[in-house]
């Protein structure tokens, strides 16, 4: 097989030999970068330096993709690390070796078994002939129990058997440790074609937030941890992970896949897991007479299409699983929401098994997860449950419920959540007074082993949840706005130029004084007006509490209200140094996904992409006021919007005709404008407060804690 020199200098990469299996797409080269999509067309477009394509399919622009890890190490563009991209790169041309001989799951299985064989030898294993790479696994492996038949599986051993040893080579040489060049392989499993070690896997920022949440890191020395259904030991890897250095830890995993059971044991040992600290079993039955029942357990439960899947038989499972506990033990399980969450038929056999759970006081915490948490089941719906097996005298009677479901599948969502489970673990189970949990309410038990077939859900606030300080403020804030409203009138009232009628004297344009007209592109073109871009911004930096406000389209066309988008200076200075700030009577524009402008008078604002700035030059002769540019482009836009079905407007921005009004005449168009404004604005206030005022009341309302006194002139 060909080869030739990699992007690291003095390093050998085993590649195909059809020049097309380096070919990528721009939507491959965001992904390799690990930014947006269109960021490699802006690079394209504005580096001369950039890769040319090296062919086109159906229109498409094809890169070499060596051409490409070469620009992005050299420029350090983009948000992927040079050692990643360098494995990235060969996972990518690993893809292209799978052939009907060599399938994916013998690909990932003899790659993956390659890494372990490296780590446990901790020497490399270019330059071996393919016999002495089998007589060392063999030697490692005498009882086949991990790696050696995922070795003697590879086809045409010869040939293909030394080239995936040199990639197991470098993939290892790029990362830190083989357990990360271990876990890359498996990150791209599903590129690789190997969809059934994926299928039933959460999401990994699921997965990361059970480990966080399990406790792990608090255990004492010494510990064992536990998956049942370990599948591809995602789960078990992130607990190792999140466990605290030189913890000691048994790790102990079932499932009744033996592909799996291997690939679980080669995940751990390559991490560095002794051999006696691990216990894999091939079934579904935990090896706890070898090595003692688990301190922690965390399982996902096997999944089931919803019209086979029958409640009574997943409560079972989970009971079977709190077997397992011994008093001071905790289980975390993740399983279908509409049998560990939603109603059930009241006295139903599903019902009274789960009310069970409450009455032993094993149930510590029911909550409801985002929707999109197994990649391949878009439609199952999770939750977990948090159990823990105590005395007697030690239990408090309390249950969190928590509902997230409504929430996006961030990390930052689910951060939060693990922090309040951790707080509640902390407490223990009794809840923290200085800590209310967000989207969550603490319940006594009884409350809900009162009420059969009631769902496990934040039905409604306890009644401590009185007594926190948002509850207790909410009057205030209610009156606080009462009385803004007042004096948003009151300031109305007083304002002579507010009580007078709006005129704004237009009369018909005489013949003989016909207008001259110009266009975006010309004031450019004269230096009238200069255009700024915008910059993209990533979701997860803007909230609602930064330094410094940031104009996306939705606020420049009125959709979002202005500054409840905002980033952090911190965030700003380290991650987006390029970004340019607004100056006083900026105009920002925006087309998509209609046209749209917006003054910004005060300046030192954001402008999110892809909306852009246009601003006006001090010393334009005659000048361009930014008011009356902003109008005249809105009036000229609606003649030339886009129709329906159309990809964009009949004219971009520059091309749009618009007069090129005198002086004089532009000063009074702007006075109209302003004294418009100063309405608007007031208007805008009176309108945002009315809006807290019914959000705020109804919220109290909602959750039974505000009612309304009796109004004057009603009856009671």
């Not at 498409?60 to 948000?79: C, I, M, S």
């Not at 159990?387 to 419920?401: C, D, I, K, M, N």
């Not at 009138?489 to 004297?505: C, G, K, N, P, V």
């Not at 004219?651 to 009074?668: K, N, V």
Request: hydrophobic share 40%.
């Amino acid at each position: 097989m060909e080869r030739v020199t990699s992007t690291r200098e003095g390093a050998v990469s085993p590649i195909v030999p059809e020049p097309s299996a380096w070919r990528i797409t721009y939507a491959e080269i965001a992904t390799l970068a690990q930014v947006r999509r269109p960021v490699p067309t802006t690079w394209s477009r504005r580096h001369p330096d950039f890769p040319a394509p090296v062919a086109h399919e159906e229109g498409r622009p094809l890169f070499d993709a060596r051409a490409v890890v070469d620009w992005l190490t050299t420029t350090g563009r983009g948000n992927a690390e040079p050692r990643r991209l360098q494995a990235e790169l060969a996972l990518y041309t690993l893809a292209a070796w799978r052939t009907p001989a060599l399938s994916a799951s013998v690909l990932v299985g003899a790659l993956t078994a390659l890494i372990c064989l490296r780590q446990q030898l901790d020497v490399p294993l270019s330059g071996q002939s393919w016999d002495a790479v089998l007589t060392q696994a063999d030697e490692l492996d005498p009882e086949n129990t991990y790696m050696s038949a995922e070795l003697k599986a590879v086809p045409q051993p010869d040939r293909l058997g030394p080239e995936l040893a040199a990639l197991a080579d470098e993939l290892t040489e790029a990362a830190y440790t083989p357990a990360e060049a271990f876990d890359w392989v498996l990150e791209a499993r599903r590129r690789l074609g190997s969809h059934d070690l994926a299928a039933d896997e959460p999401t990994p920022a699921v997965v990361r937030a059970l480990a966080a949440l399990s406790g792990v890191d608090t255990l004492d020395e010494g510990s064992v941890v536990a998956t049942p259904h370990a599948r591809s030991g995602d789960l078990l890897a992130a607990l190792h992970a999140r466990a605290a250095e030189d913890s000691g830890h048994t790790y102990l995993a079932a499932d009744p896949d033996p592909v799996r059971a291997r690939l679980v044991r080669r995940r751990m040992l390559v991490r560095g897991v002794n051999e006696f600290d691990l216990g894999v079993t091939e079934g579904e039955d935990l090896p706890v007479d070898d090595w003692g029942y688990p301190h922690l357990l965390v399982s996902v439960l096997p999944y089931e299409s919803g019209e086979n899947r029958s409640p009574q038989v997943v409560l079972e499972q989970v009971q079977a699983l709190t077997d397992y506990l011994d008093e001071g033990s905790t289980a975390v399980v993740l399983g279908p929401a509409d049998v560990l969450v939603r109603p059930f038929p009241r006295h139903s056999e599903a019902d009274r098994l789960r009310r069970s759970f409450l009455r032993d006081g094993l149930l510590k915490a029911a909550v409801s997860l985002p929707d999109g948490a197994f990649p391949y089941r878009p439609g199952y719906r999770t939750a977990f449950w948090v159990l823990a097996r105590t005395s007697a005298e030690h239990r408090t009677g309390l249950v969190l419920l928590a509902d997230y479901s409504a929430q996006p599948l961030t990390d930052t969502v689910l951060d939060v959540l693990a922090e309040d489970i951790a707080i509640w673990r902390a407490a223990p189970w009794r809840g923290d007074r200085r800590h209310e949990p967000r989207h969550a309410v603490i319940v006594p038990a009884k409350d809900l082993d009162d009420r059969p077939g009631a769902a496990f859900t934040t039905q409604h606030r306890p009644p401590m949840a009185r007594y926190t300080r948002g509850v207790i403020e909410r009057p205030v804030r209610i009156s606080a706005l009462e009385q803004r409203l007042t004096e948003l009138h009151e300031q109305a009232r007083q304002r002579a130029d507010l009580r007078t009628a709006l005129s704004a004297q237009v009369v018909l344009r005489p013949d003989d004084q016909p207008v001259r007209r110009t266009t975006v592109r010309r004031l450019l073109d004269d230096r009238r007006l200069r255009r700024r871009p915008g910059h993209r911004f990533a979701d997860e930096h803007l909230t609602a509490d930064g330094h410094y406000t940031v104009l996306t389209p939705d606020e420049v066309l009125g959709i979002a209200r202005l500054g409840g988008r905002r980033i952090d200076r911190g965030v700003l200075l380290t991650g987006y140094e390029h970004a340019l700030f607004t100056e006083p009577g900026d105009i920002v524009v925006t087309t998509s996904p209609r046209f749209g402008t917006y003054v910004d008078e005060a300046g030192l604002s954001l402008v999110a992409a892809p909306a852009r700035i246009l601003r006006v030059h001090p010393d334009a002769d005659p000048p361009v006021l930014p008011r009356v540019l902003a109008a005249l482009l809105r009036a000229a836009a609606a003649d030339y919007a886009r129709t329906s079905g159309a990809v964009r407007a009949s004219r971009g921005i520059e091309d749009l005709l618009i007069p090129d009004l005198s002086r004089r005449e532009a000063e009074r168009f702007d006075s109209v404008l302003a004294e418009i404004e100063t309405r608007v604005h007031l208007l805008r206030e009176q309108s945002a407060a009315l809006d807290d005022l019914v959000r705020l009341t109804a919220a109290g309302i909602a959750d039974g804690t505000l009612t309304l006194q009796n109004i004057p002139g009603t009856d009671d």
